[in-house]
């Protein structure tokens, strides 16, 4: 079952069993872990560092930055945890897979232009 809403516990250390549903905090070790929103029960650790994730609890709720991309689970769940509230991200279409695709050959055909240029430049310079 998909979870919607969460709660959340300071902890000092984090235990083993996680409970479904609850979001553990730990200042100390600066860690937070939960049980996969989806429900298949995997446990996601989310280190906080400014090269992993952030934490936000503005006094009665917690948010984390970026967002949650299990895709070492098999449910590839992906979703935000803003103010307790899980919002789901849709797993990407096979259309949008493909938009993402175009996308990345344009880039990769500006970058091949920009070298042909720098080329051409060079060439010119001897
Ligand atoms: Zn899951």
Redesign the pocket.
């Known amino acids: 079952m998909k979870h919607l809403t969460l709660k959340h516990e300071f902890v000092e250390y984090i235990h083993d069993n996680l409970k479904e549903g609850t979001i553990y905090i730990s200042i100390t070790f600066a860690t937070v872990a939960h049980k996969?929103?989806?429900?298949?029960g995997?446990e996601v650790i989310t280190p906080l560092a400014p090269t992993d994730w952030q934490l936000i609890f503005d006094g009665q709720s917690i948010s984390l930055y970026p967002s949650i991309g299990?895709w070492n689970?098999p449910?590839q769940?992906h979703y935000w945890i803003k103010h307790n509230k899980v919002k789901w991200v849709p797993i990407l279409s096979k259309k949008e897979i493909n938009t993402g695709r175009i996308h990345d050959s344009l880039i990769k055909n500006l970058y091949f232009s920009n070298t042909i240029r720098h080329k051409k430049n060079l060439k010119g310079d001897s």
């Open positions: 996969c929103c989806c429900g298949c995997n299990n689970f449910c769940s």
